[in-house]
């Protein structure tokens, strides 16, 4: 178990000013320097350039911003949220940013830089072929990985402290991918000393963090000078909800998030599987269900009762079971999950949620499939997602989509090519990076052609 740290003036670092990290890492900090607990606060920082206007606005309110969140009933409250201590404004070569993290004071790195931000591919391999990686390569810091190269090797140049690196994007084992890739870039760039000193110098807990955070509207800051007198010019927004879940291993000290509701776990395995198969692979079923019928907002969509029903019916009959036994009460978790995507005040769009359908299908959505076989029971509600998503996909093909469908792994010319076939449906149901061992069974095959069928039939109603 690590232990919250004594020193009086420890830094958290967080790479990454997305409205996120404010929502959610610095509301925690906030709540804990609110109970009295003032001996962390943040430094933010930015790989990209992107966040500089905010940066700047956000040094010019000395690091304070409202934070304004939402109930499904619509119930609105507004906290000033006071943890960001440092705002490091940006440079090319992030010199400001790399003192920053390699002052011993700093003793916990944090970043949230988006999924696409690893550079993974589904064997979680660096993808060496992305050009900002190579340019990292040769000693840019355009990735996460060359800027923590770079801070790393400064932090170990200067006193050689260790630190905890703490992954707050919502990727499966997010520390442990993280902590893979950043090893292969290294070796990569043949640093064996960097390595070996990561190797032991520094942590990086498994998280799992939950607070549906949209992009604020223009509305939100009206509102916020509203209701607090501020006139806020970053403020954010986010659901009421909330939840964080961290692997206990910090390797200098950490602030004692417990006190203020983080679960700090041994391993946080169970929580994400739990998040990825009931809230996210949910998410999307609404979302491509959602857009099959015209329907823009995931609350409009997760109140449409027949939508409502195959996300509930794929939680209860084949996700509960495989996961069973669980530390969640999982019955609980999906229904909060479903109040939470009828939250009609945070409008959330079907399009950002429909996004991303091919490494969504093998990530959230085949393991349940598997399972559900191992254990001798079809898949029946699971086999509905695929099967949204091949009908959804097809009106992608037709151009029928009532916006640009976004996903980073798409291969345009083989979708098109898969609805030109004779049998489409044979074509999607053998794609191994789909479904896996799954692609040569012809007991999934049939269940996924009956299952496209119900759909259709549902939309001919
Ligand atoms: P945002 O668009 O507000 O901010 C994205 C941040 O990531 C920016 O600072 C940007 O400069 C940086 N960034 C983008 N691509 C990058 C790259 N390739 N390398 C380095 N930096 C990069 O997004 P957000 O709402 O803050 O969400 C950020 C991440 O937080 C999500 O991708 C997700 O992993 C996690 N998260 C978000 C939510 C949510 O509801 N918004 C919920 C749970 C988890």
């Known amino acids: 178990m690590s232990k919250p740290v004594n020193s009086s003036q420890a830094i958290w670092l967080h790479i990454g000013a997305g409205s996120f990290h404010r929502a959610h890492q610095a509301w925690y900090l906030h ?3 609110a109970a009295g607990d003032s001996r962390w606060s943040i430094a933010l920082a930015n790989i990209r350039d992107d966040a500089t206007p905010l940066l700047d606005t956000l040094a010019e309110q000395q690091g304070q911003y409202v934070l304004e969140t939402v109930t499904p009933q619509g119930v609105r409250q507004y906290e000033t949220i006071t943890s960001i201590s440092k705002v490091i404004p940006w440079d090319n070569e992030l010199a400001a940013l790399t003192e920053q993290g390699a002052k011993p004071e700093t003793r916990v790195i944090s970043f949230t830089v988006t999924e696409g931000g690893y550079y993974l591919d589904n064997q979680f391999n660096l993808d060496r072929a992305n050009a900002d990686i190579q ?6 810091c355009r990735t996460i990985y060359g800027t923590m190269a770079q801070l790393l090797a400064r932090r170990k140049q200067l006193n050689g402290d260790p630190v905890t690196l703490l992954n707050c994007d919502n990727l499966r084992h997010n520390g442990e991918r993280f902590r893979h890739g950043l090893m292969q870039f290294l070796q990569l760039r043949k640093e064996p000393e960097l390595i070996a000193w990561i190797d032991s110098h520094t942590r990086c807990p498994n998280t799992m963090v939950d607070r549906i955070t949209p992009r604020p509207a223009p509305e939100v800051a009206e509102r916020v000078a509203e209701a607090t007198g501020f006139q806020d010019r970053a403020p954010v927004m986010g659901e009421a909800f909330i ?12 602030p004692a998030l417990e006190n203020v509701g983080v679960e700090m776990v041994e391993s946080v395995l169970p929580y994400e599987e739990a998040k990825i198969r009931i809230l996210n692979a949910s998410h999307s079923c609404i979302a491509w269900a959602g857009t099959l019928i015209g329907q823009s907002f995931i609350h409009e969509s997760t109140g449409t009762p027949g939508i409502h029903q195959l996300a509930y019916d794929y939680v209860t009959q084949d996700v509960i079971p495989s996961l069973t036994p669980s530390p969640l009460d999982l019955a609980a978790y999906r229904d909060v999950v479903l109040e939470r995507f009828s939250n009609p005040y945070i409008r959330d769009t079907n399009q950002r949620v429909a996004a991303d359908g091919f490494s969504k299908i ?4 085949t393991p349940t499939l598997q399972e559900c076989y191992q254990r001798g029971q079809e898949p029946k509600a699971t086999a509905m997602l695929p099967a949204l998503f091949f009908v959804f996909m097809q009106r992608w093909h037709q151009d029928q989509l009532p916006y640009e469908y976004q996903d980073g792994i798409l291969d345009a010319a083989a979708v098109h090519q898969m609805f030109e076939a004779a049998d489409p449906v044979a074509v999607f149901a053998s794609d191994e990076k789909l479904f896996s061992t799954l692609a040569h069974s012809s007991a999934f095959s049939q269940l996924l052609r009956q299952s496209i069928d119900r759909v259709n039939h549902w939309l001919a109603q």
């Open 362 to 365: 093998p990530g959230f959505i």
């Open 31 to 33: 709540r804990l320097i």
């Open 135 to 140: 340019a990292d390569l040769l000693g840019a």
């Open 243 to 254: 939840q964080w879940v961290i692997e206990d291993d910090f390797i200098n000290g950490r």
